[in-house]
């Protein structure tokens, strides 16, 4: 069990030798504690905290986006009150963990698959958006986040060097936003 491994699966566990007694041990003696039935918070813990690694703990499906994700690419300053995070239409939500706050989005399936993309920091995994499907979902949001925060990312990715305008009218035709898209870039252009 890795020091800078906030949340470590029962999997993850088992495969490096801890039996059942072990894991009770461990979390008996406050090294460990229960998340949920598949997941430990590592309390030995020594990285960054980040609101992100508990993503994955909570809900093998569930993926950071909208202004959560605008935060990790810099795209804004604005700090949501709980991480936002998307999981596919139909799967059940999952409980609320005590830290930290979550707010949970049902994608359609092909909104739900487009452009994830797996973040490693030192042995935390989370998925995450990329860059350009977090500017769509904001455009296609915009009337629930707020039309000034969502004009201020588009303007900020933009400006951004490392942009992909080929990609983000990509994602924008295939989900159904490339008209709002085009009259965001238009006016911002």
């Known amino acids: 069990m890795k020091p800078t491994q906030q949340f470590i699966s029962m999997q993850e566990l088992k495969r490096e030798g801890y039996s059942y007694y072990d894991i009770n041990k461990l979390e008996d003696s406050g090294r460990l504690a229960r998340v949920n039935k598949k997941y430990y918070e590592n309390l030995d813990f020594?990285?960054?905290?980040?609101d992100f690694y508990a993503v994955s703990a909570v809900s093998d499906k569930a993926v950071v986006c909208?202004?959560?994700a605008a935060v990790y690419y810099d795209l804004s300053e604005e700090r949501p009150s709980a991480v936002e995070a998307a999981l596919p239409r139909g799967t059940r939500m999952p409980s609320q963990p005590?830290?930290?706050?979550?707010k949970f989005f049902l994608f359609s399936e092909e909104r739900y698959e487009t452009g994830i993309?797996?973040?490693?920091?030192?042995?935390?995994?989370y998925r995450i958006y990329d860059m350009e499907k977090t500017v769509c979902d904001i455009v296609f949001y915009r009337n629930k986040i707020g039309f000034e925060p969502a004009v201020k990312i588009v303007k900020k990715y933009l400006n951004r060097?490392?942009?992909d305008i080929n990609r983000l009218m990509k994602y924008a035709e295939k989900l159904r936003v490339e008209t709002a898209m085009r009259q965001f870039l238009e006016v911002l252009v």
């Open 46 to 50: 020594s990285g960054e905290p980040n």
């Open 161 to 163: 060097s490392d942009r």
């Open 98 to 102: 005590d830290w930290p706050a979550m």
């Open 117 to 125: 993309r797996t973040v490693n920091e030192d042995g935390n995994l």
């Open 66 to 68: 909208l202004i959560s």
